[in-house]
């Protein structure tokens, strides 16, 4: 018994040391950093989506990948209180005081964000912004899941089943999918 746990303690070292010998050296930093490419231009960090992609002339939008959420971050903030960040599309469960606008119209359904956050009912698509160029529809183009926008201290991140987006000053913000919503 003292002769296999010997030997398998001898051969648990060579493996070691052939593997130690053999690893490439894992923490050498290469001189010419990897940053992805997002339509011609070097993404600032990774997961960090290039602002002057989804710009339009009176902010940045853009659309979830199954373009079922789109959102705009506004140069001008929009009602009362003032909210510069927000999401519209079909969201449910309808809160309660929401539920005769959405359920009249689901894509009236709005989550923003200034100050704080809040629920909207609109009539048109404040934050779907206008046509881009390159874009299918209005509101913009595709913010890929895990890639995020910042502008104006707000920054929004595309997540598989929707949007978070909040001010980074005070935290507050909002999460939206199309089966579920939150403010915080």
Do not use: K
């Not at 005769?100 to 909207?120: E, F, I, K, R, T």
């Amino acid at each position: 018994m003292r002769i296999s746990a010997a030997i398998f303690a001898s051969m648990s070292a060579a493996a070691l040391s052939l593997t130690a010998c053999s690893s490439p050296d894992l923490g050498a930093e290469s001189s010419e950093p990897v940053r992805p490419v997002v339509a011609g231009h070097p993404v600032p960090h990774p997961g960090m989506a290039d602002e002057r992609e989804y710009r339009a002339d009176d902010g940045y939008y853009f659309r979830t990948a199954d373009r079922a959420i789109a959102c705009g971050l506004l140069d001008e903030p929009f009602g009362q209180p003032r909210r510069s960040v927000g999401c519209q599309g079909v969201t449910g469960p309808a809160p309660r005081e929401m539920q005769a606008c959405w359920s009249s119209d689901p894509s009236a359904a709005v989550l923003a964000v200034g100050d704080s956050p809040g629920y909207l009912c609109v009539n048109r698509g404040f934050f779907d912004g206008p046509p881009m160029a390159g874009a299918q529809a209005s509101g913009g183009p595709v913010l890929p899941v895990g890639s995020s926008l910042s502008v104006y201290g707000f920054t929004c991140l595309a997540q598989p089943a929707g949007v978070t987006c909040r001010n980074e000053a005070n935290g507050h913000g909002f999460e939206i999918a199309p089966d579920h919503h939150r403010l915080f």
